[in-house]
């Protein structure tokens, strides 16, 4: 089969324009853009991987210039930044023929910190602090849904009620913003891994598909434990001795462990279905039931834990082979 004859600019053109126009998507559609939002610097991905580092880097700088003529500088820096960075990143991982999960990583941690370059160019350049406008938004959504609500005629005490939650629940999502950050890098990350997967084989880059391990196989570092263990120490000092910096990362590290966790307790749980031969959508209806019972979710994440140390899957493997 023919390769393309686009000369190498030409092609890196094609596909920053192509940036530009799912840029342009994620910013004025606003359902379908929600979603476009998190792969929209693809383009990007593929520049490094077919012509190099120096060529997506270039991409990625034009990309930045060319969408701050639609949507103004400010907004076009924080989107190329916050998910730019995880795109390029990923590709460089690819080019230097890194283990997937090296890739993945890097790019999730290139995500990540380009979320916190943008939150702090904001707040030191432009003296915006983009979390506190984010949750007053969000609290004055709040405010409006219940001002419907009581004109309605809904018990005031209700509503009191709901309101004192609210803020509780407002305070924290202000602690935990770099766990959320994190959360965007992972999505931002794995969603650019699965377009490579449908993507790659079709643009001639089949050879450059980076396979993770079935799912039933993933483990986490046993480090993860040590983690868990300083962010309960911290939990622990930071509210009896009102070490609220100690309180507050403590705070992301445990949740952040925990989640771990529950990933490699559900890799667990889809190893023993797949030795009974139970069907994925079995499976998979039973981690949607997972997710809406705390309790279970809890179950889970501690068998993950645990299994950091047992590893109960080469235990049963080794078991079955004598």
């Known amino acids: 089969m023919n390769q393309s004859r686009l000369t190498p600019i030409s092609e890196c053109g094609l596909l920053i324009a192509i940036s530009i126009l799912l840029g342009a998507i994620s910013m004025y559609l606003p359902i379908l853009g929600t979603i476009v939002e998190f792969f929209w610097t693809f383009p990007l991905l593929v520049i490094v991987v077919r012509h190099g580092i120096s060529r997506g880097l270039i991409s990625w700088f034009a990309v930045t210039i060319l969408f701050s003529l639609f ?23 690819i080019v230097k023929n890194f283990r997937p999960t090296i890739s993945i990583a890097i790019s999730m941690i290139a995500g990540f910190a380009a979320q916190i ?18 949750l007053k938004l969000v609290q004055e959504s709040f405010d ?20 004192s939650q609210i803020n509780p629940a407002l305070e924290i999502v202000a602690v935990i913003m ?6 965007v890098a992972a999505i931002n990350t794995l969603i650019s891994y699965k377009a490579i997967k449908w993507i790659f084989p079709k643009i001639g880059l089949g050879s450059k598909i980076i396979d993770l391990p079935a799912f039933k196989d993933w483990r986490f570092p046993s480090a993860c434990l040590y983690l868990l263990a300083f962010s309960l120490i911290g939990l622990y000092w930071g509210t009896t001795r009102q070490i609220l910096p100690l309180y507050q990362v403590s705070l992301n590290v445990n949740i952040l462990t925990m989640f ?15 030795w009974k031969n139970i069907s994925k959508t079995i499976r998979n209806i039973f981690f949607i039931i997972m997710f809406f019972q705390l309790i279970l979710m809890e179950i889970v994440a501690f068998i993950g834990l645990f299994d950091m140390i047992f590893d109960y899957r080469k235990r049963f493997t080794e078991k079955f082979r004598k």
């Not at 949507?71 to 991982?93: E, N």
């Not at 771990?260 to 797949?274: C, E, K, R, T, W």
């Open 71 to 93: 949507v103004g500088p400010l907004t076009a820096v924080r989107m190329s930044i916050s998910y730019g960075a995880a795109s390029i990143a990923l590709g460089f991982g």
């Open 117 to 134: 370059l943008t939150v702090a160019i904001l707040f030191f350049f432009l003296d915006i602090n983009i979390i506190t406008m984010q």
């Open 144 to 163: 409006q849904t219940f001002a419907m609500y009581e004109s309605l005629g809904v018990d005031p005490k209700t509503i009191s009620e709901a309101k």
């Open 178 to 183: 770099p766990l959320i950050f994190t959360f």
């Open 260 to 274: 771990i966790g529950l990933f490699q307790g559900m890799s667990v749980v889809a190893f023993f279905m797949d």
